[in-house]
C-alpha cells in the first residue's frame, strides 16, 4: 500500500467521455452543419479535381509549378504526377489532394485568428500554449475517437481529425511571426494614426507573412501524415489504398500507396515555399542582404 | 526659466505637470512624486517615473529641441505627445485640445491631421516602395489614390529623393531612408512634426547634412517640430530653444546662447562644457558695447582727451546716426595735437574689421585674429552694435558658464573638468581693448 493509494481514482477518461456524450446530445445541430459543409466541400473538390482529364491537370499543376519556382520543378510535377496516373492511383490522390486542401484550409482558419489572438494577449497565448502541446503530442489515433462518434466512418470524420491534429504549427509560427514584427513598424503605424484593424493588416501580417507561409508548408505537410489514418475511418484516397495494404499484406499496393503520398508532399511543400518567397517582404529582405 | 505666458495661440504644444510613471499604481507614484519622493526611491518600489511634473510650450514655427542622455525621459516625452504613451497625470494641449482625454479613435484622428513623427531607426516598412511608404500617413487617412501619390512625390522631391520612388528601402542608404521617414511625415501634412533622435541613427557626416536640410526645409515650411537630441551640438545648431531634461525632469528652457552663458544649474553647466561653443555662440551674443565713441565731427583733442580717460589705444568714430566710420590710433591722435590739425578726418582708418551680429565665433575667429583692434559688429545699415576684443572672443570660448564649481560629481556624466568649470563667468571687464589681452584669465 503505497501513499498513492489513499488518492481515489480520477476519472479522468470517464469526465472526457461525458464531455463527448455531452456535446454529441446537445449540439448535433453544429456537428451536422460542420459534417454537411466539409463533405460538400471535400466532394465538390474531389469530383471537380477528376472531372478534368488527367492530362490536363498533369499539365496545370507542372505549369503552376514552373511559374512559380523553376522549369525544373515544373518537369518534377509533370513527372511525378504522370507517374500517379502511371500507377493507377489518380482518382486516390485526388481525393487525398481535395482533404488536404480542405483540411489545410480550415486548419489555417481556426490557427491564424487564434495565432493573432496569441500575438496580441500574453494571457491569450498562456492558454492557447499548452493546449497547442497537448494537441500536438496526444497520438493522433486518439482524434479518432470522438470524431468517430460525432461524424461516424468517412470523410468528415478524416478531414476533422486531420484539422485538429494540424493546427498547431500554424496557431504557433503565426504567434511568432506577428511577434518578431519590430516595435517601431508598429509605432510608425500608430504615430500616423492607423487603427489596431489597418496596423495589423498593412504593417504586422504582411511583415509576419514568411513565417505564417512556412506555418501553412507545416499545417500541409501535418495534414498528408494524417491521410493514411484518415484512410483508417474510411476517408478513402490515398490513406485508404496504404491502409488495405496494410490490412492485406499487399506490399507492392502499400508502397506504391506511400510513395503517391511522397510526390504529393513534395510537390506542396516546394511550391507552398515557392510562395513564401514571393511575398514582398521576402523580397526586401532578399534586396538588403544584396546591399550590405 | 524662460518660459513665456502661456497662449493656445502661438503654442501649439503645451504640456502643463505633465507626469508618466510605469509599474503599480501609477497614480500613487505621482502622489508621491510630488510631495516630494525621489526618483530613486520610487526605484525601489518597483516603479519607474520617465517624465516628472514636465511643463512647457512649443510656439507654433519653432523647432523645440529637448535634450537629454539616455534614460532622461526624452523619448518617452515625445511618445506623450502624440498618444503613443497615455500621461499619468497632467495636460497636454495640442493645438488647443487636452490629449490626455481621448479615446482612441480622437486620438487617431490627432495623429492622421496634426502629429506626424520620424523614428530613431527610420521605422520604415521593408515590403513597401520609397513611396508607398511616403504615402502611409495619407493612405491611413485615406486619401485618394491619386492625391495621395502626388503628396508623397512632392514630399520626396522636397526632400531630394525624386527618382527613387519605386525603390525598397532596403535599397537605400541610411541617409536617404531617413529622407524617407522625413517625406513620410511631411506628405501626411501635419503641422506638428515629432523627431525622435532622428539623426543619431546616421554617420557625423551625413547627420550634419540632414540637419542642415531639415533647417533648410524648415525655413520654408515652417513646420513645429519637436525634437529629441542626446546630442548637445545638435540641439544647438536646431534648436530654438532647448530643454534640457535629466531624470525625467526638465531641467532648464531656454535658447542655446541662453543656456551655454547661463545655465541653470551644475548638471547642465557640466554639460554644456563640451559644447563646441565656436559654432553656437554668435557675435551679437557675445559683443560689449563699446567704452567710448568717437562722433565723426569731433577733433584730435576730444579724441585724444577720450582716450586718455578711458585708457584706450584706439577709438571707434561713429556719424550722427551711429554708423560705424572707422577707428582712430593713439599715436596718430598725438601726431595730430601735436601738429594742431583740428580734423580728424585724414587720420581715420576707415576700414575696421566688422562682422555680422548673427555670424557664428567660428567665422569671425580668422578676422579677430587678423586684426589690431577689436571688432566692431554692425547690422545691415552699418550701425554700430558693439565690439568684441579678442580676449571677449576667447574667454567665450572657453568660457564654461557661471556656476561654481561641483561639490559632487554629476552622476551620468563622464568626465567633469572641475578646472574648467571655476573658471569665472561671462565676459566681463569694463574695459575691453586690445592690450589687456595678456591679462585674461583662463584656461585658453
Known sequence: MGPLDALPRLQVGDAFTSVVEWIEGNLPWLLDTIKT????????????????????????????????????FGVYTLGGFVLIANMDMWDESMSSLALVIVASVCAMGIAVPLGVAGARSHNVSRIIR??????????????????????SIGVVSGVV????????????????????????????????????????????????????????????????SMVVIAGMVGAGGLGGVVYEGVTRLNLSKGFEGGLAVVILAIYLDRLTGALADRAPVARALRVRSAAE | MTDDPLSPEI???????????????PMASVERLRQGTSRDELRESGSTAAVIDAS?????????????????????LIRLVNGLLDPTAGSLLVDGEDIAGLSPK????????????????????PHRTVLENAAYGLEVKRADKHERSARAREALAMVGLDGWEDYLPGELSGGMRQRVGLARALASGTEILLMDEAFSALDPLIRREMQDQLMDLQQRLGRTILFITHDLNEAMRLGDRIAMMRDGRIVQIGTAEQILNDPANDYVAQFVQDVDRARVLTAASIMEQPVALLGSGAGPRAAHKLM???????????????????????????????????DLTDIIDRSPATVQGSMTLAEILSDSAESSVPLAVINESGRLLGVIAKVTLLNALSDNGTVDAPDSGVDGLSGPHAESV?????????????????SSGGDS
Open chain 2, 11 to 25: 503654442n501649439l504644444i503645451e504640456a502643463r505637470g505633465l507626469f508618466k510613471v510605469f509599474g503599480q499604481s
Open chain 1, 37 to 72: 459543409v466539409l463533405k460538400w466541400a471535400v466532394n465538390q473538390l474531389d469530383t471537380g479535381l477528376t472531372y478534368i482529364p488527367v492530362l490536363v491537370t498533369i499539365l496545370a499543376l507542372a505549369a503552376i509549378g514552373w511559374y512559380l519556382r523553376s522549369w525544373a
Open chain 1, 161 to 224: 481529425a486531420t484539422v485538429v491534429f494540424a493546427i498547431p504549427p500554424g496557431v504557433r509560427l503565426t504567434e511568432l511571426g506577428l511577434r518578431q514584427v519590430d516595435g517601431e513598424m508598429l509605432e510608425a503605424g500608430q504615430a500616423f494614426g492607423a487603427s489596431p484593424w489597418q496596423v495589423l493588416s498593412r504593417i504586422q501580417i504582411p511583415l509576419a507573412l514568411p513565417t505564417i507561409m512556412a506555418g501553412v508548408n507545416q499545417v500541409i505537410m501535418l495534414s498528408l
Open chain 2, 56 to 76: 512647457f510650450a512649443v510656439r507654433r514655427g519653432e523647432i523645440f529641441v529637448v535634450m537629454g542622455l539616455s534614460g532622461s525621459g526624452k523619448s518617452t
Open chain 2, 106 to 125: 480622437q486620438l487617431r484622428r490627432v495623429c492622421q491631421d496634426k502629429v506626424s513623427m520620424v523614428f530613431q531607426h527610420f521605422a520604415l516598412f
Open chain 1, 130 to 151: 499548452p493546449l497547442m502541446d497537448m494537441m500536438q503530442t496526444m497520438p493522433a489515433f486518439v482524434y479518432l475517437i470522438p470524431t468517430l462518434f460525432f461524424f
Open chain 2, 308 to 342: 586718455r580717460e578711458n585708457q584706450l589705444a584706439h577709438l571707434f568714430v561713429v556719424d550722427r546716426h551711429r554708423r560705424l566710420v572707422g577707428t582712430v590710433h593713439e599715436a596718430d591722435v598725438a601726431e595730430a595735437v601735436k601738429r594742431a590739425h583740428d
Open chain 2, 422 to 438: 571655476a573658471v569665472p563667468g561671462t565676459p566681463t571687464g569694463p574695459l575691453v581693448s586690445a592690450e589687456s589681452m595678456n
